[in-house]
């Protein structure tokens, strides 16, 4: 069975950093697509980065180009979000979600959530 | 980026009624649309894939069209579980994004 299981969201203040990691169990993340999409509380979904499965390219939204990196462990199957530079909207539940071999979104994990604020 | 319109916000309807949902793209997308399905306190489930295939384990009920700046998610009978917010989302260039959502509400 294929499970994401997210980790490493909390409290930080405006500005700051946090890193997201992403356990992946039931398949090989470097085999497939890999993203990380949000949810502002109340709101639609955001999508956010994504790493191809060479690894060798990944895309960012406008909204947090230069600020957040994407990456993976592929011996542990492990997907991070670096953020840095941290605002108030970036407040939001992480979703870490696997591509299907189409580039869709089929599995999510259950998301982390990131509060910025001070 | 390409902008995904979603029209109407929220659609109210009864069981048993046919549901229309649209989403406009800002540029042509090909057919490199999919629409989710999420339900409150859960995570999206992927319905339709480029723009008219039904996703595995999806039922008939549902179906996708569209090409190029126009697509449609139809619900011909809806079912109680079938309320719930909805999200077109394409695959066509970088950045991907999503439109904002369609509630279908009783």
């Known amino acids: 069975e294929m499970q994401l299981l997210e980790s490493g969201g909390g409290l930080v203040q405006p500005g700051g950093s946090l890193r997201l990691s992403c356990a992946a169990s039931?398949?090989?993340?470097?085999?497939?697509?890999m993203y990380w999409v949000r949810q502002a509380p109340g709101k639609g979904l955001e999508w956010v980065s994504a790493?191809?499965?060479?690894?060798?390219?990944?895309f960012y939204a406008d909204s947090v180009k230069g600020r957040f990196t994407i990456s993976r462990d592929n011996s542990n199957n492990i997907l991070f979000l670096q953020m840095n530079s941290l605002r108030a909207e970036d407040t939001a539940l992480y979703y870490c979600?696997?591509?299907?071999?189409?580039?869709?979104?089929?599995?999510w994990g259950q998301g982390t959530l990131v509060t910025v604020s001070s | 980026e390409i902008v995904l319109t979603q029209s109407p916000a929220t659609l109210s309807l009864s069981p048993g009624e046919r549901a229309t949902l649209s989403c406009r793209a800002s540029?042509?997308?090909?057919?490199?649309l999919a629409w989710y399905q999420q339900k409150p306190g859960q995570t999206p489930r992927l319905l339709i894939y480029?723009?008219?295939n039904r996703a595995t384990g999806i039922p008939a009920r549902f179906s996708g069209s569209g090409s190029g700046t126009d697509f449609t998610l139809t619900i011909s009978s809806l079912e109680p579980e079938d309320f719930a917010v909805y999200y077109c989302?394409?695959?066509?260039?970088?950045?991907?994004?999503f439109g904002q959502g369609t509630k279908v509400e009783i």
């Open positions: 979600v696997k591509g299907t071999s189409s580039y869709y979104f089929d599995y």
């Open positions: 989302h394409h695959r066509s260039d970088w950045p991907r994004t």
């Open positions: 039931g398949f090989t993340i470097s085999n497939f697509a």
């Open positions: 540029q042509s997308v090909s057919s490199y």
């Open positions: 790493i191809i499965p060479s690894g060798a390219y990944t």
């Open positions: 480029d723009a008219s």
